[in-house]
């Protein structure tokens, strides 16, 4: 199937491949334009940055998008994600993005669709384009990923995010630690403490705690959570000197990561969200270049 679904597959060679892309496009040394297609997002879970900026990413290459709204679909109606991909492709779209609750819902697409099919995050296994805009980031500021020391702090045992990462980031040449409680980590990576990790680290990637997945879990309230794992208004003033603060947002201020830290000078988050266009938009472009 053409398009993203993992970054699993993908060479070191063309994750730089797209990083550069990406680059290209944001310093404004590359337009490209591909009017008359039309794309969709087919979001079944929630999002504010994924949903939008692919779309945003469309825009700025001509490509017209469409949101589908599952909530006043055929889906009520006992439509599965088959048909209702088969749809846009017999109603003459060039492409979709989804985001679903279930890990690989992408498998029971392959072969069906000669559409490019993007990952907008699959439950809590990928979540490819947001890996890549946090690498473009990254590479961004430190122009390089060999030696860097990142930590992923927090929900990893749920999240779409930390298990990508670490992958590719091991394989960039990356050290990747993880840091939180006992019911969060797993074997991801060597488990340190947040402030070894604030001593430490180039990257203090936090992560967003999942109460919608998990209510009550935690077995400590959230200022408990906060003080024990979480990047305090404290802890942000002992950040290594040139680290920098990632969250792939949306964010819990005062759980996970402090409102001074979120707004800290040494805090990427707002480059990690505009970033996700020119991710995006590389992405889409490779796709229809026959390149991805
Ligand atoms: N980071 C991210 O995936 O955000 P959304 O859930 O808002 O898309």
């Known amino acids: ?10 060479g070191v060679n063309k994750v730089q ?6 680059l290209e496009f944001k310093k404004g040394k590359k337009s490209v334009r591909y009017p008359n297609l039309k794309m969709a997002t087919l979001f079944f879970e929630d999002s504010t940055r994924t949903n939008y900026s692919f779309q945003s990413a ?13 909530k006043m679909s055929s889906v009520n109606k006992g439509e599965s994600l088959y048909d209702t991909v088969k749809t846009f ?13 279930q890990n690989r819902y992408f498998d029971e697409l392959t072969g069906i669709t000669k559409m ?4 907008g995050g ?14 473009v980031t990254i590479y961004e500021e430190f122009g390089r990923f060999k ?18 990462n670490a992958e590719i980031m091991k394989r960039l040449g990356m050290e990747v630690f993880i840091s939180g409680p006992d019911f969060f980590v797993d074997d991801t990576a060597e488990v340190i403490s947040i402030d070894r990790a604030v001593a430490e680290m180039d990257i203090i990637m936090l992560l967003r705690v999942q109460f919608e997945r998990h209510k009550d879990a935690m077995g400590m309230n959230t200022n408990e ?33 402090s409102s001074d830290a979120v707004e800290h000078k040494r805090s990427r988050i707002n480059e990690q969200m505009t970033n996700g266009v020119y991710a995006r938009m590389a992405v889409i472009s490779m796709t229809l270049e026959g390149k991805l």
């Open 147 to 164: 030696g860097l020391k990142i930590c992923i702090i927090g929900d990893i045992a749920h999240s779409r995010v930390a298990h990508g």
């Open 89 to 101: 492709e017999n109603i003459g779209f060039d492409g979709v993005v989804i985001r679903h609750p």
């Open 58 to 70: 469309m825009l700025n290459l001509g490509i017209t998008p469409i949101s589908f709204n599952a």
């Open 122 to 135: 699959d439950g809590s296994g990928s979540h490819p384009t947001q890996t890549l805009l946090d690498l």
């Open 225 to 257: 959570y906060h003080q024990r794992y979480g990047l305090t208004k404290f802890r942000v003033e002992r950040l290594k000197e040139n680290a920098i603060i990632m969250h792939p947002a949306p964010f819990n201020r005062g759980v996970e990561i």
């Open 17 to 22: 491949e797209i990083i550069d892309l990406a």
């Open 116 to 119: 490019p099919v993007f990952n």
């Open 1 to 10: 199937m053409k398009g993203l679904l993992t970054l699993e597959n993908i």
